[in-house]
């Protein structure tokens, strides 16, 4: 299959129920890019350079439903071998609360939520309480 002047392959992709869905799209022969459009053929999302390496990374929302993820280059006539992984993305749920002024000590894991474009995070939650003055 060719898309947009790349060789492409779709894989079609069956969600049963709403989740986040992890794929990534790896090769040492080309700069990946990956796709994932809905059942109409619009993109839902696209991702060419995640965490600072030529290789793809996505982390998106999706309803149930099908889907087509494709897996192409970045550049037209690029072909070689590459290995597809799709998951269900790690829970992105705060890890603890913070209060103005706290220090609080975190370690990044591979299997912790990512934020756009394929960077590691710990989400805290911090509660802000604004305060208003009244002058007589």
Known sequence: VEMAGRYADRWSL??????TVRI?????????WLEIRDQG????????????TL???????LAAGD?????????GGETGSYQ????EAADCSP???LDVGDTVQGTLKDDDCYWEYG?????????????????D
């Open 14 to 19: 069956r969600v049963e129920e709403p989740m």
């Open 24 to 32: 990534d799209l790896t090769s040492q022969q080309f700069d990946t």
């Open 41 to 52: 053929g619009s993109t839902v999302a696209v991702n060419d350079d995640a965490g600072g």
């Open 55 to 61: 290789n793809s990374r996505l982390v998106e929302p």
């Open 67 to 75: 889907f087509v993820v494709g897996a192409t280059s970045y550049l």
């Open 84 to 87: 597809l992984l799709v998951g």
């Open 95 to 97: 890890v603890g609360s």
């Open 119 to 135: 960077t590691l995070a710990d989400n805290w939650s911090l509660r802000l309480v604004r305060s208003i003055s009244f002058l």
